[in-house]
């Protein structure tokens, strides 16, 4: 999504804070990302990362384009937690939520008012219970400011013994933009990466410009006639433009998927049933 920003806009830049020193410079250079246009900024806990940030959210403008990505929240330590090492003790570290909790306390009127996405990497944990399911760490702070909260989920993708890559589930836990608890499929091989036409298949079997006329075969189908347009092909064979562009393309299809995701929003009120003096007029 940072990539597709920094290709979005010519101008902009990456605040990219990292603790966990897991992306190397290939990993930039891979998604086309000009290192020339990312600030690195090494943290070591949730103060001086919101230090930091803070500083420089105070100093961009509106309008400037600026994506922040930290990576990862789940690594970082609080201040109290270092410093409790470092003296030798053994306490259990009761800050470290408050501490996060007011980071993004600060920092969320700054991205609001001044338009700037921030994507940020965090660790889960299985809560206990009969049915356990993954819960963000870090506290409430992080799920009150967030507007999408993903969780990932994966499996691996197999030929007989050999791993091939991993098939991910992105599950949305919270957002204000689609339907919460959708589940959106992603593959990944190790050979081309982000595999980018995954995930349509099931979407387009459930319009109808998809249809599935025997197991493992595939052909698109004409929504204006009904009619399947031949020939069928298996599944890999689908991850193609040539397939996938006509469909894409199709206006129906953008309006299925709109619907099947979004969030729908109506008004709460039906103007004509105000009296007369209070209805908008039609300039209005």
């Known amino acids: 999504m940072a990539s597709a920003y920094l290709k979005q806009h010519s101008d902009a830049i990456m605040l990219f804070y990292d603790s966990e020193f897991g992306s190397p410079q290939s990993y930039f250079?891979?998604?086309?990302?000009?290192t020339n246009r990312v600030l690195h900024t090494p943290i070591t806990d949730v103060e001086k990362l919101k230090f930091d940030l803070v500083n420089q959210l105070e100093s961009i403008e509106r309008g400037d384009k600026v994506v922040v990505v930290i990576d990862s929240i789940g690594n970082l330590a609080s201040k109290k937690e270092l410093e409790d090492a470092i003296n030798e003790k053994s306490v259990a570290d009761m800050t470290r939520a408050k501490a996060l909790k007011g980071l993004f306390r600060m920092v969320t009127p700054?991205?609001?008012?001044?338009?700037?996405?921030?994507?940020?990497v965090n660790h889960t944990y299985q809560e206990i219970g009969l049915f356990p399911k993954a819960i963000v760490s870090g506290g409430t702070g992080i799920m009150y400011s967030a507007d999408n909260v993903w969780i990932l989920g994966r499996q691996q993708d197999k030929k007989g013994?050999?791993?091939?890559?991993y098939h991910f589930i992105?599950?949305?836990?919270?957002?204000?933009?689609v339907k919460e608890k959708s589940r959106i499929p992603i593959s990944v091989s190790w050979d081309g990466g982000i595999e980018e036409y995954s995930g349509l298949t099931e979407i387009a079997l459930l319009s109808?410009?998809?249809?599935?006329?025997?197991?493992?075969?595939?052909?698109?189908?004409?929504?204006?006639t009904g009619e399947e347009i031949q020939p069928k092909v298996r599944?890999?064979?689908?991850?193609?433009?040539?397939?996938?562009?006509?469909?894409?393309?199709?206006?129906n299809f953008q309006e299925f998927v709109?619907?099947?995701?979004?969030?729908?929003?109506?008004?709460?009120?039906?103007?004509?049933?105000?009296?007369?003096?209070?209805?908008?007029?039609?300039?209005?």
Not at 29 to 34: C, G, K, Q, T, V
Not at 161 to 165: A, D, Q, S, V
Not at 259 to 282: C, F, N, T, V, W
Request: a negative charge.
């Open 258 to 284: 709109r619907k099947h995701y979004m969030i729908g929003h109506k008004s709460l009120i039906d103007a004509q049933e105000l009296p007369e003096d209070l209805r908008p007029s039609e300039e209005e």
């Open 110 to 120: 700054y991205l609001s008012m001044k338009n700037i996405p921030l994507l940020a």
């Open 161 to 165: 013994t050999e791993i091939k890559g």
């Open 208 to 224: 109808g410009h998809v249809t599935k006329p025997s197991q493992g075969w595939y052909c698109r189908v004409d929504t204006d």
């Open 235 to 251: 599944e890999k064979d689908t991850l193609t433009p040539e397939f996938w562009q006509p469909i894409l393309s199709d206006p």
């Open 29 to 34: 250079e891979s998604f086309n990302i000009d």
């Open 170 to 177: 992105i599950n949305v836990e919270k957002s204000r933009f």
